[in-house]
């Protein structure tokens, strides 16, 4: 089984940075796969961005130009840089894994969430 370890959210003004962090507890696991997800009260969640094993990223309409998806060398960790950070990016992001553990996969694998809250 693997576990998401998430961290880096916050309060923090309109117009601030936070960083993201997500890590991976097992290493001996294949990801093919990582994203950040984000979800208000009453709404469906939502993909904020993505990154392949060959670094390819995507990036919602909403967060261009503002965000970054990255991954360690490892490939183990996924960080997302948000800047210029406005109200409506308020949220509880959730990291997201798919992996092959064991030969078996690739599965999905979320983490536990953490409130990101931006005050204007």
């Known amino acids: 089984q693997v576990q998401l370890v998430e961290s880096g959210g916050g309060l923090v003004q309109s117009g601030g940075s936070l960083r993201l962090y997500c890590a991976a507890s097992e290493t001996a696991i294949s990801i093919c796969y990582m994203a950040w997800y984000r979800q208000t009260p009453g709404k469906q969640r939502e993909l904020v961005a993505s990154i392949t094993k060959n670094t390819t990223s995507y990036y919602a309409d909403s967060v261009k130009g503002r965000f970054t998806i990255s991954r360690d060398s490892a490939g183990n960790t996924v960080y997302l840089q948000m800047n210029s950070l406005k109200p409506e990016d308020t949220a509880v992001y959730y990291c997201?894994?798919?992996?092959?553990?064991?030969?078996?996969?690739?599965?999905?694998?979320w983490g536990q969430g953490t409130q990101v809250t931006v005050s204007s």
């Open positions: 997201k894994v798919t992996a092959i553990v064991g030969g078996t996969g690739p599965l999905p694998y």
